[in-house]
């Protein structure tokens, strides 16, 4: 199978989205990548018992993309090996009155990992400059000072949101967080056949909404904002990955190898070592125990 850069799918220049590929040739079959995703998935899983061990950094892992990119069985296929006192997941969807009674990234911010865990967003606090992008009158619903109507949503608004989303990620970053933001590139036709699967099986009916459909007619706008939002907040301490999502394994694969990679290149990220004292009696202890 060949082998990958990680580098490869960082977003560290501006990209436009029309011209990255939603496809990668592993070349292997399905079967030959599954096998891979599920070593390298074990071998992420191991890593994080040294991570919760360390208890040092935080891990925050962002998923976006368009409906039925992959992100819910991603997240299935590649923390399975998960502990999961070390993990959770949040799925964000719309907002509650109580989340509405507070600024946008509230809800973000309380649901953050602490050290030594990770963290899952299922859709992310970028929804604010993507869905609300599109669809300026939700805004409305946040009862903002200033903002009296839809007129008052200019560019300068979504200026702002920018910055404060990238503030947001600076102040984490800095305190410990290690942030990971995958977009998930699909291609309208994959996006399409993947509806058409969810009219026909019947075990998927459930997965289906009549508002897929009339968001999949404003792609071209999701298209603008997704590549507006990654120019603008792929950084080096919070970069963006776009992985080609018309393959689901391939995309699994790509994720987790990336995450793999990455985290263990962190030198300092080790099992804490036992102090002296207790190095120097563990053949007491065992005979303690053993004589017991």
């Known amino acids: 199978m060949n082998t990958i850069n990680h580098e490869d799918f960082k ?20 079967k030959k990548i599954e096998k891979e995703l599920e070593e390298v998935r074990e071998k992420l899983g191991d890593f994080q018992d040294t991570i919760y061990a360390h208890d040092k950094y935080a891990i925050l892992i962002c998923l976006q993309g368009m409906d039925t990119a992959g992100k ?16 959770v997941v949040h799925s964000f969807k719309v907002p509650t009155e109580l989340e509405l009674g507070h ?36 805004i ?28 947001f990620e600076k102040h984490i970053a800095e305190n410990g967080t290690l942030i990971y933001k995958f977009y998930l590139h699909l291609s309208k036709d994959e ?14 009916n459930w997965k289906f909404s009549a508002g897929d459909l009339k968001e999949r007619k404003l792609w071209d706008q999701y298209q603008s904002c997704y590549q507006d939002a990654i120019n603008k907040t792929s950084l080096p301490h919070a970069p963006w990955y ?31 070592e036992l102090d002296d004292e207790t190095k120097s009696n563990l053949s007491l202890y065992k005979e303690q125990l053993e004589n017991e």
């Open 72 to 87: 819910d069985s991603l997240i299935r296929e590649v923390f399975k090996d998960f502990n999961t006192r070390g993990i």
């Open 11 to 30: 977003v560290s220049q501006s990209i436009e989205l029309s011209k990255v590929p939603t496809t990668f040739d592993l070349g292997a079959d399905k």
């Open 242 to 272: 776009i992985i080609p999502a018309d393959d689901k394994p391939t995309a699994r694969y790509i994720v987790a190898k990336t995450l793999y990679d990455t985290l263990t290149k962190f030198e300092d990220i080790k099992e804490p």
């Open 191 to 204: 996006q399409k056949n993947r509806l058409l699967r969810r009219l026909e099986k019947k075990e998927k």
């Open 103 to 138: 600024d946008y990234l509230w809800r973000h911010y309380i649901a953050l990992p602490q050290r030594g865990k990770f963290s899952v967003f299922n859709r992310t606090h970028y929804e604010n400059v993507l869905v609300t992008r599109v669809h300026p009158e939700y």
């Open 140 to 167: 409305m619903s946040e009862k903002l000072p200033n903002v009296n109507s839809v007129d008052d949503i200019d560019d300068a608004f979504w200026e702002k949101r920018f910055e404060q989303i990238r503030n």
